[in-house]
């Protein structure tokens, strides 16, 4: 038997230490999270993503009655994104959320948002900047393998 140990590099920070950029993708987040659609968790997640052309696009939580029909922020976003600019790399993502109108400590995203972060990375040949945004802190990591470093991807698909 041999053990393998796995480290993830995260840079936690203040609001105030983070870059004018961060702070807007941010507050986009926050902005996203103020209108979601969550009558049944009432969690309101927001999402920004930041496209190599400047362009920030928003996503925010969907829930439906049918739990399996709604559709988290981060891919609400992210989708979005890929539809309206397909050939536009995405740059980074911010996520926070919200309970009762004030911002949660982090909010992480599920497995399979994990995933879509992971699968737009390799439409964008580049890892993304991941902000999860808390009330007191900011986690910000290089790349989607920070979040799922074993992962599924295209490389274990038949040709």
Do not use: W
């Not at 995260?10 to 983070?18: F, P, S």
């Not at 939580?61 to 600019?85: D, H, K, T």
Request: net charge negative; hydrophobic share 45%.
């Amino acid at each position: 038997m041999k053990e393998i140990k796995l480290e993830t590099a995260i840079r936690v920070y203040t609001k105030e230490e983070l870059t004018q950029q961060q702070v807007e993708l941010m507050n986009e987040a926050i902005s996203a999270a103020k209108d979601a659609y969550a009558p049944y968790s009432k969690f309101y997640v927001g999402a920004a993503v930041r496209l190599e052309n400047g362009v920030v696009v928003k996503g925010s939580n969907q829930e439906n009655a049918a739990y399996p029909s709604g559709l988290c922020a981060e891919r609400v976003a992210l989708f979005y994104a890929g539809a309206i600019y397909p050939d536009v790399p995405v740059k980074a993502i911010a996520v926070t959320a919200l309970v009762g109108g004030k911002q949660v400590g982090l909010a992480a995203p599920c497995g399979g948002c994990r995933q879509v972060l992971l699968e737009s990375e390799m439409r964008a040949g580049a890892n993304l900047e991941i902000l999860l945004c808390g009330a007191e802190e900011i986690y910000v990591m290089d790349g989607a393998s920070s979040l799922l470093p074993i992962s599924f991807d295209a490389s274990v698909l038949p040709d």
